[in-house]
């Protein structure tokens, strides 16, 4: 018996309406601020996210599906989804519209990791970029975008974390004194975060592993490593999300040194939604400025914000907090057949339905069992077609979910009367 790959989920219908809504709303919530929507292949060149990413981060070392196709190339199912979109942002010309050019996504994301509640091989995500403005405004802007996701979708209780990881020349003194300070403590370092002391100090900030942490409690901080421009842009942040609490009154963030990232191209801003008292895990959306990549990738110098958000993660809360959902609308219509008349059942099923009205054929079984599997597949009525109804021209119709008694319509106007409700 084949099974799906490990790290994979089959979305079965009764799920739908988490993922109808989900994907519904971020879509909705971006057109407010202005956002289009782009999609990129789920194949890009490995190159791309070598590049993009760094050579040094776990995903490319560990976590990337890559394989050489038919024709000697090296290609990736997409880990990420920025890198695709500043690739689009360069290939298609993308400088000469206005700027920032703001665009959001809902895509499907490969990586192989130990799956786990909420962090699946093939995950999907909602993501915004706004590329070409390297403003505290646009970064304000993007952070309010995604509260007002998490908002919207009726998730409440998290918690807004903020930290500035300045900009590259500025962090390589920073991530020195980060590597001195973790060197005095190499002998109790567990094994995974040795690996990372030299090629990536940072990411011992964010470790998952308790000892790490507690080493970390008096690490140097980032914020006390911006330069001018980085230090402006970091205080006029704080100030415009400060004017935010005034629209939004359940709005606040929390200044956390530990929070970094686990990719090369990221600088000055980074956030992340969580639900509270998470501890750092559960991270619902994450975020931050890149404006390096446009020219790690071969564009010409171009900022960039923007986050993707788990779909799979945001589902997890939504039913953690027992948000109601929108449910699927049921089945209006079982046409119930019997003797004869199935033929003409097929017709007006049919017929129905190109009156938009949502309609299934019973399966072809006695009367009582038809009736039964209208009730189970949730039928707003039964329409009772037999020989007596052809002679008649006449057919019966039962609510299926209300106590109404059933009522005779002639058949040349059932799709008209069942139209009306």
């Not at 490995?46 to 890559?66: C, P």
């Not at 079984?365 to 599997?373: N, P």
């Not at 609510?399 to 106007?413: G, I, K, N, R, S």
Request: hydrophobic share 35%.
């Amino acid at each position: 018996m084949f099974k799906k790959p490990r790290g994979t989920q089959d979305i079965l219908p009764v799920d739908q309406p988490y993922w109808n809504y989900v994907r519904a709303t971020g879509p909705k919530v971006a057109a407010e601020f202005g956002y289009e929507r782009i999609e990129t292949p789920v194949i890009e060149s490995t190159d791309l996210f070598q590049r993009g990413v760094g050579d040094e981060t776990d995903i490319v070392q560990k976590e990337m599906y890559t394989f050489e196709d038919n024709g000697g190339d090296s290609l990736t199912l997409r880990p990420e989804g920025t890198a695709s979109v500043c690739r689009a942002y360069i290939e298609n010309g993308m400088r000469n519209l206005p700027q920032p050019v703001r665009q959001f996504y809902v895509a499907p994301m490969f990586r192989y990791e130990r799956p786990q509640t909420g962090r699946w091989r093939q995950h999907h995500q909602f993501g915004a970029e706004a590329i070409g403005d390297g403003s505290a405004a646009v970064d304000a802007e993007i952070i309010e975008l995604g509260f007002r996701y998490l908002r919207e979708l009726g998730i409440n209780d998290f918690t807004l974390r903020l930290n500035s990881l300045a900009d590259p020349e500025e962090r390589k003194p920073y991530l020195t004194k980060l590597h001195d300070y973790f060197s005095h403590y190499e002998a109790d370092l567990p094994k995974v975060d040795l690996a990372r002391l030299d090629r990536a100090p940072l990411r011992l900030l964010d470790s998952k592993e308790k000892r790490t942490r507690s080493i970390g409690e008096d690490a140097p901080q980032s914020v006390d490593h911006l330069g001018t421009e980085s230090r402006q842009h970091w205080e006029e942040l704080l100030g415009l999300l400060d004017g935010l609490k005034g629209i939004y009154p359940e709005f606040g963030y929390q200044i956390d040194h530990r929070l970094v990232r686990g990719l090369d191209y990221y600088n000055r801003t980074v956030f992340e939604f969580e639900p509270k008292d998470a501890g750092g895990q559960g991270t619902m959306i994450a975020g931050g400025r890149y404006d390096p990549l446009i020219e790690i990738l071969g564009g010409p110098p171009t900022p960039g914000i923007g986050f993707g958000s788990g779909i799979e993660r945001i589902i997890l809360e939504l039913k953690a907090q027992e948000v109601p959902v929108p449910s699927v609308e049921p089945t209006y219509v079982v046409i119930v057949s019997v003797g004869s008349a199935r033929s003409t059942a097929a017709r007006l099923a049919a017929e129905l339905r190109s009156n938009r009205i949502s309609t299934v054929l019973a399966p072809a079984r006695s009367f009582k069992a038809q009736m039964r599997y209208a009730n189970q597949v949730g039928a707003v009525n039964a329409v009772i077609l037999g020989e007596r109804e052809l002679e008649s021209g006449l057919v019966a119709v039962k609510p299926m979910q209300t106590d109404a008694p059933q009522v005779e319509v002639p058949l040349e106007v059932l799709a008209t009367r069942l139209g009306e409700g």
